[in-house]
């Protein structure tokens, strides 16, 4: 493996470790600073919209200039939005941070997946299905260290908002420690090209070949129901649905980290040749269990199900989702164009957020219920899905010339 995979590799375990403490701390941080469910998903709701736009020009720009400076940045403004969350704990200033956070880690989660197609191409669903397995664990262990911080910080007589906003100190600061890794050590292969500036119809059509267009619109109902969910109201559904403490809590989110890895080490492996058949069957898995878990009454027969639902569903068609998008996105607008297929698919998280809000008052059960069907929703476009279809590349290559 080159060195540039090697610091590649290293990089997104540190993104996993401090995504791990954030996505863990934040919630029970805005909770304690009594910020209700429905601001909460303004929030989140306000955040999914900046990320939208920001992350198709992040990739017409990273066309241009070069993927190594974008990447290193967003590592760097995203550890920062981390850190300032914890002393600016007011609402206005926690929307703007994470619409910023966001939006530089939706930054950098379009272009390391280009990184690693480009840097070398043979065995890219298997590589891409290790690397983020690997940073899943290391998600797992970063939540794991958020709970021994709150823990060691409470029993020497702190009080659980420092522990939290330590946390969140901890977490940014890794994250500017990867952009500097990232600055330092990475060497680009591909050199940007100047071009002229992105315009508003770049940005806005869907010239994408016909599969990155279902991709789309599946990912598109998916994202809003995994909102419902994975947004603010993850942590809390057990706090609030079943009176579980944080300690408890906590082992579930470790668990449900190292459950969507598990499956991706092996799926590189393994010999499927039915790309749209597993990435059909993942997303029905995924979608039933997390429905089943929010009518199960009992919290550990619920927790066992919720944490079958990554094991048998993500864990599986992501990387199949991430190998496809690659193989039909154009060389010359690689970027761009993998930037519109995960934006049109996040513009349907924008009012997840806000959704479950309203959900979480009137029931615990509606958030992830809904979540679990609009997933399952997700899987009838990917029916239409040509999984031999020739990439645009091959296909000009193919067509004779013409007088």
């Known amino acids: 493996m080159s060195r540039n995979l090697w610091l590649l590799l290293g990089i997104a375990l540190l993104f996993g470790i401090s995504t791990g403490i954030y996505e863990f701390v934040l919630p029970y941080y805005l909770d304690a600073h009594r910020v209700s469910f429905s601001q909460m998903g303004w929030i989140f709701t306000l955040a999914g919209l900046a990320m939208v736009v920001a992350r198709i020009y992040m990739g017409g720009l990273a066309d241009r200039w070069g993927r190594k400076r974008l990447y290193g940045w967003a590592l760097v403004v995203c550890g920062g939005a981390t850190a300032l969350a914890?002393?600016?704990?007011?609402?206005?200033?926690?929307?703007?941070?994470?619409?910023?956070?966001?939006?530089?880690?939706?930054?950098?989660?379009?272009?390391?997946?280009i990184i690693l197609y480009e840097?070398?191409?043979e065995g890219f669903l298997n590589r891409i299905g290790k690397f983020r397995g690997l940073e899943y664990f290391f998600q797992a262990g970063g939540t794991l260290l958020a709970g021994i911080i709150i823990t060691c910080i409470v029993r020497q007589g702190g009080t659980n908002m420092a522990a939290y906003q330590d946390g969140l100190y901890l977490a940014g600061a890794v994250l500017v420690l990867a952009g500097l890794l990232c600055a330092a050590f990475f060497h680009e292969h591909r050199s940007s090209r100047a071009q002229r500036p992105i315009s508003v119809r770049e940005l806005c059509n869907f010239d994408l070949h016909r599969n990155l267009q279902l991709l789309a619109i599946a990912g598109f109902i998916f994202t809003f129901g995994m909102q419902l969910s994975h947004s603010f109201y993850l942590p809390?559904?057990?706090?609030?649905?079943?009176?579980?403490?944080?300690?408890?809590?906590?082992?579930?989110?470790?668990?449900?980290?190292?459950?969507?890895?598990?499956?991706?080490?092996?799926?590189?492996?393994?010999?499927?040749k039915n790309l749209r058949r597993w990435y059909i069957i993942g997303m029905l898995l995924e979608g039933i269990t997390l429905s089943a878990s929010a009518v199960i009454p009992v919290f550990l027969p619920a927790a066992i199900v919720f944490l079958l639902h990554d094991f048998i569903g993500s864990g599986i068609w992501s990387p199949i989702q991430a190998a496809l998008i690659q193989r039909y996105s154009r060389n010359a607008t690689r970027g761009i164009e993998v930037g519109k297929v995960l934006a049109w698919s996040s513009l349907g998280g924008i009012a997840g957020p806000l959704v479950a809000g309203i959900m979480a008052t009137h029931s615990p059960v509606y958030p992830f219920f809904f979540s679990g069907l609009f997933m399952v929703l997700s899987a009838i476009p990917l029916l239409l899905l040509n999984t031999h279809a020739p990439a645009p590349d091959e296909q000009s290559v193919a067509q004779p010339a013409t007088a």
């Open 236 to 272: 809390l559904f057990f706090a609030k649905r079943f009176s579980q403490p944080g300690s408890v809590v906590f082992i579930v989110m470790v668990i449900h980290r190292v459950t969507i890895a598990l499956p991706m080490f092996i799926l590189g492996n393994l010999p499927i």
């Open 86 to 113: 914890a002393p600016l704990p007011a609402l206005l200033w926690q929307l703007v941070l994470k619409t910023l956070r966001e939006t530089a880690a939706l930054t950098r989660e379009t272009i390391y997946p």
């Open 119 to 121: 840097e070398e191409r």
